[in-house]
């Protein structure tokens, strides 16, 4: 199975840091951006950048950092966005409609399917979004998550809040599942026929209720969903079976 | 609204590190499962543990590297567990059920809350998990992500499959939200009524087609989702455009 593509649109996604104090987290949160197939990533007053550590921290996203469009407010980084959200864990004397991530995320993706505009917008390391910079933004956006210790750092903040947005892609991962044949119905039951066949053939049924015990047996391996491969191993090993008892009976009989 | 508790059933959750080679690595991992409600770490052979470089990322979630199990074989770790998910990135020749954090985690949060012991297994930052180490697991788990660059460190894949699971708790973020009462349609209606006189009342409506302007307005007000005080506020600045505009025609008599 071929591997899949990124979607085009995810280019009208771009991810917004404000006032970011870590080279570091700059740096983490363009990997984690790459891996879930963001590649806009604007800055607004980094502290330090560029810098080593955020290039080291990026990995193979480098190429993020160099194309990261550096400006001195919000307003700019959002100026031709139609829907901004302020991702935050505070409670917010604010009445922009506040959500999660998995409940913004389907709209989020049919805007930039769309062709508008789209930014989420993560604060700084410490004080998080000021007021005024949520109030630049359409949506408040809160990750779930222990009531007792929320303490997600920044790059972890984008690398969530970006898996969720992939996930909304319909992009899978059936291309790395192995290649396997499912057994048809007549498989598995030419099968069950086998192992009961066996399953006398060596006494096993004696002062058993045999019925019942290849009625579970048959509920296992239908439960099992088997492979053609596997009824291939399992009915070569019925034969070998067969053979040594046929091979015992032929003794017996000598 | 009170904050919700983390439900008891995760503690029957753990996520075993197997062979993990840096230290920071697993602070991190910690702090990630404490985010999400997660409290127990089992570490298999672990290069560097305990480490002052994995309290310090820990953060506040140096409890859980106290209490950490370190085991020696990926066997120790899993012996009561039911299902073992690993996770991976790769393509393995193996026929055991491939699937996303999405897929799985239904079946995960209904096993643990039944008293089924669960186990995350996550591998080498370098090389993953050994074909050995899949072999005794009986999930197989994908983060999905950009085919063309799919590098999500250790943590990352912790704090991803964690907020997956942590999602499907039902604890959500109502806690958060600012207190605010919506508006009845009663109260939108008598809005439009007072908004739709007000612009009689200004001369607004002179050759313009007012009624096809006031669904215009009473379409963009019923989406808004209006708060009651918002409509205070706006009656309000009627009331004053009223006010005016009467003083007006006050004036233009006299």
Sequence with gaps: MKKPEVPDFLKNIRVVLARPSHPGNIGSAARAMKTMGLSRLY???????????????ASGAVDLLQHAVVVNTLAEALSDVTVACALTSRRRELTTPLSTPRQTTPELVARARDGEQVALVFGNETFGLSIDEVEQCNRLVTIPGNPEYFSLNL???????????????????????????????????????????????????ERRNGERLMRRLRTLFNRAHLLREEIDILRGFLKQVQRVAHRDDGRRQQ
């Design 155 to 205: 790059a972890m903040a984008v690398q969530v809040m970006t898996y969720e947005l992939f996930s909304h892609t319909g992009v899978d991962v059936d291309y790395l599942r192995a290649e396997a044949e499912s057994a048809t119905r007549d498989e598995v039951e030419g099968f069950c026929g086998h192992l009961d066949q066996t399953l006398a053939d060596i006494g096993y049924y």
């Design 43 to 57: 800055l607004v007053e980094p502290k330090t950048f560029p810098s080593p550590e955020a290039d080291t921290l």
